[in-house]
C-alpha cells in the first residue's frame, strides 16, 4: 500500500542494499513507518471479530464453552497463519523486493516460460533470468517445471487464479472502508441508546464521502499522522484488554489450550462450523504484510507484528473474551460496551482515526492493483495521477475512486449490518490466503527448489486450515457473501476480456505484419515521396512491420525522412532500471533510415502525464548510432537485432544549458517541436526518482575526427530532422469476431472488449502524444 514516506523509500532501499549492514536505527525507524501502513487493516479486526463470530444461532453455555472455543480459534488462528506463515515463509519469497499476489506469479514465470503477454520477446526472457541464482534443480521440479511450460492451458489456469486473487482484493477494497467505518461508527450506538439508525448511516456515509473524495489530494500530508494513531489504537487495545482480563476473568489464560477448539465444534456443531466464517476475520489485513513488502524490509515487518501489533492482538481478545464471560448479554456491540466508561471517548476516537487509516491503505492499495493489472495488459487503460513528487508509488486513480465509493455506500445502505459485511468481507480474505498458499507451494519447487515433498506438506497444512475456513465461509453466501463473489467475477471478466481482446488483436497483427521484401522494394515499387522530419509510428508488434504502415503509404505515398516504429510494452518484473529499458534497432537497409525502438516497462513502474517519451526515444536512436559506427563490424539491418540503450546521451552529442539559456537561445520553432527541447537528466537516470529541475538539451554534431563520416551523416540528417518537426502517427487496429465465432468470443470480443476500448483512456493520452501533430490510422480484422 503505496502510502510511506520518501524517507521510508530511501531507508528501505539502504536496508535492502546490503541487510547485514542496515542499522538498527534503519531497520526500527522502518517498522515504526510500517505500522501505519501494513497494519492499519490488521489491527482494527477486533471492531467486528466477536460480533460475527457469536452471530450464529448457538446458545452460550453457562461454563463458557464457547467463548474459550472462540477464543482459542482466534489465539491458534492469528499465530499459524500471520506469524508462521506470513512472517517466517511467505515474506521470504519476494520478487527483487516486492510482495503480493503479482510478485508471486512473476517470480513463477521469471524462473519458468508461464508468461502470457502477447508481446514478449526473446531480449525479455534473458532480462527475466538475469542474475537469477541457479542451483540443481530437482528431477520433480523440472517436472512441473516442463509440465506448465508445455500446456497452455494449464498456463492460461494459473493466470485466471492470479486474477480471481486480485479481484478478490479489489473487492477487499469496497468491504475494508464500510465494515471498518461502520463497526468504529457503531459506538454511538452504546454511547446513545435511542440514537435513531438513520443518524449513524448518515454519520458513516459523511466520513466515506470524506474519506474517498480526499484521495485526489494524496496522502502525503496526513500520512505522517498514520504511525501514530495506530501505536494509540494498539496502546488502547492492550490496555482496555489487559484491564478487562484482570478486572472480569484472570484464568481466560486457560483458552491457549488447543482442546477447547474441539470442545467447541462438538457442542455447537453445525452452527460452530459456520461461525468460523466470522473468526477469520481476525487475520484481515495480514495478507499486507506480504504485499508492503516492497516498500518495507522484511526485518522491520517482523519487527513491528512481534513488537507491537501481536501482543496487542493478542491481549485484546483475550480481554474481550473475559469481559463477555460475565456478560454474555452483551454480545452485540461488546467491544464498546468492553471499554471502561472513563475513556470511552477518548477510545472511540481513536477507533474512528484508525479505522479511517485502515481503510486508506486498502484503497490506496487497491489503486497500486489496478495499476499492475495495467501494466501486465489485463486491465483498460484509466487515468492515473501521481499525488507526490516525494512519496514512491502513491497515487489516484479518479474513475476507480468514484467507482469505489458507489459500491462501498451502496454495500453500507443495502447490508446496514456489521455482521453481514463480516460475512462478505471474510469470503473475499480467505480467498486470496488460499491463493497465495498455492502460488507459494510452486514457488517452493520451481524457485526455491525444495523438494515436492516438502511443497504438498506446506500446502496440505496451511491450505487445509483456509479450506475450513472457506468451507465455513461459504455458509455465508446467502447472508452476504455473495457480495464478494458477484464484485469478483464482475472485475474478473473485465479484467480477462481485456486480456483475451488484446492477445487475440496482438496475434491478427502478428499475421499481417509487412514482410521485409516489401519494405526493401517499396521506394521502386510506390514512387514514395520522402519529407522532412520525423515521424513516429506507435504500434504494438515488437518484430515486423505493422500492417498499419502499409496501409497508410497505400492510401498516401509518402512518408518522413526519418521513421521510428515505437512499442510500449511490459515485462513480468516490478521494476525496470532506466538503462535497461530501451531497445533500439534499425530495419531494412541503412539508408532507408527506419528505426525500431522498443520501450519495456515495469509492471510496478510509475510514470507521470508530463514524462517527455519523444524526446527519450530520439536520445535512444542517437545513442544507437554512435554504438553502431563504433562498432562497425556487426550487423543491425536485420531487425531482430536490438541494442539495449540507456539513454544516457554522450557529452559530444547532447549539451545540457539551463532555462534561461535555452530561452534566450530558442529561435526556430517547428509545427510539434523547437530545435532545442526538453529532458529530465535526474529520470533519465532512474525512473523511480521525482523531477528535480528542468532542463534544455540540444544536439551538437561531434567536433572530434575520430567519429566514422557515415555515423556523422547519419547523425546530422537525424538533427535535421528533428528541426523540421515530429509527427505522431497512431496504429488502431480493430478486432470482431466472426458469425461462426463462439458464443463465449463472441461475448468477450464484440461487447466486453469492445465497450472497454471505446470508454478507456486513447494510447495517445497515456503517452502524451501532442494533438496537433497526431495522425490516426485504424484498420478492422474479423476473427
Not at 518495507?296 to 515487518?301: D, E, L, Q, R
Not at 520451481?446 to 472457506?470: Q, R, T
Request: with cysteine.
Amino acid at each position: 500500500m503505496d502510502l510511506e514516506a520518501a524517507p521510508a523509500r530511501e531507508n528501505c532501499n539502504a536496508a535492502k542494499a546490503d541487510p547485514h549492514k542496515a542499522s538498527l536505527k534503519v531497520t526500527l525507524a522502518l517498522a515504526y513507518q510500517s505500522l501505519g501502513i501494513v497494519y492499519g487493516d490488521l489491527s482494527i479486526s477486533p471492531l467486528y471479530t466477536y460480533q460475527s463470530a457469536f452471530s450464529g444461532k448457538f446458545h452460550l453455555q453457562e461454563d463458557d464453552t464457547e467463548i474459550l472455543g472462540v477464543l482459542s480459534f482466534v489465539l491458534y488462528t492469528i499465530t499459524i497463519i500471520a506469524v508462521i506463515k506470513y512472517i517466517f515463509i511467505v515474506l521470504n519469497a519476494d520478487h527483487d523486493g516486492e510482495g503480493g499476489t503479482f510478485a508471486l506469479y512473476s517470480l513463477l514465470c521469471r524462473h519458468a516460460n508461464l508468461s502470457m503477454l502477447p508481446n514478449k520477446q526473446a531480449m525479455d526472457e534473458e532480462l527475466l533470468k538475469y542474475n537469477l541464482d541457479k542451483p540443481k534443480q530437482t528431477r520433480r521440479a523440472l517436472y512441473l517445471k516442463n509440465l506448465l511450460e508445455n500446456h497452455e492451458n494449464l498456463r492460461t489456469s494459473l493466470l485466471l487464479i492470479v486474477l480471481l486473487a486480485t479481484c478478490m482484493l479489489i473487492a477487499d477494497g469496497v468491504l475494508t472502508p464500510a465494515i471498518s467505518v461502520f463497526s468504529a461508527v457503531s459506538g454511538l450506538k452504546v454511547a446513545a441508546k435511542h440514537l435513531d439508525e438513520r443518524v449513524m448511516h448518515l454519520v458513516v456515509s459523511i466520513i466515506l464521502i470524506g474519506l474517498f473524495a480526499l484521495q485526489r489530494c494524496g496522502t502525503q500530508r496526513v500520512a505522517f499522522v498514520f504511525a501514530p494513531v495506530v501505536i494509540a489504537w494498539l496502546l488502547c487495545l492492550s490496555s482496555v484488554g489487559m484491564y478487562n482480563i484482570l478486572r472480569w476473568n484472570p484464568s481466560i489464560f486457560q483458552a491457549l489450550s488447543p482442546v477447547h477448539m474441539f470442545k467447541f465444534l462438538h457442542v455447537t456443531g453445525k452452527e460452530g462450523w459456520a461461525s468460523l466464517g466470522g473468526i477469520l476475520l481476525c487475520i484481515t489485513g495480514s495478507e499486507a504484510m506480504f504485499a508492503d513488502l516492497g516498500h518495507f524490509s522484511a526485518s522491520s515487518i517482523k519487527i513491528a507484528f512481534a513488537c507491537g501489533v501481536y501482543p496487542s492482538l493478542i491481549l485484546a481478545y483475550m480481554g474481550h473474551a473475559a469481559y463477555l464471560t460475565k456478560h454474555r448479554s452483551d454480545i452485540e456491540r461488546s467491544f464498546y460496551k468492553s471499554i471502561p466508561r472513563t475513556v470511552f471517548w477518548p477510545v472511540f476516537v481513536i477507533a474512528t482515526l484508525a479505522s479511517i487509516v485502515g481503510s486508506q491503505a486498502v484503497i490506496s492499495a487497491t489503486f497500486s492493483i489496478i495499476k499492475q493489472c495495467m501494466g501486465l495488459g489485463c486491465f483498460p487503460r484509466v487515468k492515473v495521477v501521481h499525488t507526490s513528487e516525494n512519496v514512491y508509488g502513491q497515487i489516484y486513480i479518479p474513475e476507480v475512486n468514484w467507482m469505489l465509493l458507489i459500491l462501498c455506500l451502496a454495500v453500507t445502505f443495502g447490508f446496514r449490518d456489521t455482521i453481514l459485511l463480516g460475512n462478505a468481507y471474510g469470503l473475499a480474505v480467505i480467498s486470496v490466503m488460499f491463493v497465495t498458499t498455492f502460488l507459494m507451494s510452486l514457488v517452493m519447487v520451481i524457485v526455491w527448489h525444495w523438494s515436492l515433498f516438502l511443497a504438498v506438506c506446506f500446502f496440505l497444512f496451511f491450505g487445509s486450515i483456509e479450506m475450513m475456513y472457506l468451507s465455513a465461509a461459504m455458509f455465508k453466501i446467502p447472508q452476504g457473501g455473495w457480495v464478494p463473489l458477484v464484485l469478483s467475477f464482475v472485475f474478473m471478466g473485465i479484467t480477462y476480456s481485456w486480456y483475451y481482446g488484446a492477445a487475440k488483436k496482438y496475434e491478427v497483427d502478428s499475421q499481417n505484419k509487412v514482410s521485409m521484401k516489401w519494405l526493401i522494394s517499396m521506394d521502386r515499387s510506390l514512387g514514395i515521396v520522402r519529407v522532412p522530419g520525423i515521424g513516429m509510428f506507435y504500434s504494438e508488434l515488437v518484430t515486423g512491420v505493422p500492417a498499419i504502415f502499409s496501409h497508410f503509404v497505400t492510401n498516401l505515398p509518402a512518408f518522413h525522412q526519418i521513421v521510428v516504429f515505437v512499442t510500449v510494452t511490459s515485462v513480468q518484473v516490478p521494476h525496470l532500471p532506466m538503462r535497461e529499458r530501451y531497445l533500439v534497432g534499425r530495419i531494412g537497409p541503412k539508408e532507408h533510415r527506419m528505426y525500431r525502438c522498443v520501450v519495456r516497462n515495469g509492471y510496478k513502474d510509475t510514470h507521470k502525464d508530463d514524462y517527455d517519451f519523444a524526446d527519450r526515444v530520439i536520445l535512444s536512436i542517437v545513442e544507437f548510432i554512435q554504438i553502431e559506427g563504433a562498432e562497425a563490424c556487426i550487423n543491425t539491418s536485420a531487425d531482430e537485432n536490438l541494442f539495449m540503450i540507456s539513454t544516457q546521451s554522450s557529452t559530444n552529442i547532447v549539451r545540457s544549458v539551463s532555462d534561461v539559456e535555452a530561452l534566450e537561445a530558442q529561435s526556430v520553432d517547428s509545427c510539434c517541436d523547437k530545435h532545442s527541447f526538453t529532458a529530465n537528466p535526474v529520470a533519465l537516470q532512474n525512473s523511480a526518482s521525482p523531477p528535480q529541475t528542468t532542463k534544455k538539451v540540444r544536439f551538437e554534431l561531434p567536433k572530434t575526427s575520430q567519429v566514422d563520416p557515415n555515423t556523422k551523416k547519419e547523425l546530422k540528417e537525424l538533427f535535421q530532422a528533428k528541426d523540421a518537426g515530429v509527427a505522431y502517427v497512431l496504429g488502431h487496429s480493430y478486432v470482431h469476431a466472426t458469425k461462426s465465432s463462439s458464443l463465449f468470443k463472441k461475448f468477450a470480443i464484440n461487447v466486453m472488449y469492445s465497450f472497454l476500448r471505446k470508454n478507456c483512456r486513447g494510447p495517445e493520452v497515456v503517452l502524451s502524444i501532442p494533438h496537433t501533430c497526431l495522425m490516426e490510422v485504424g484498420m478492422m480484422y474479423y476473427i
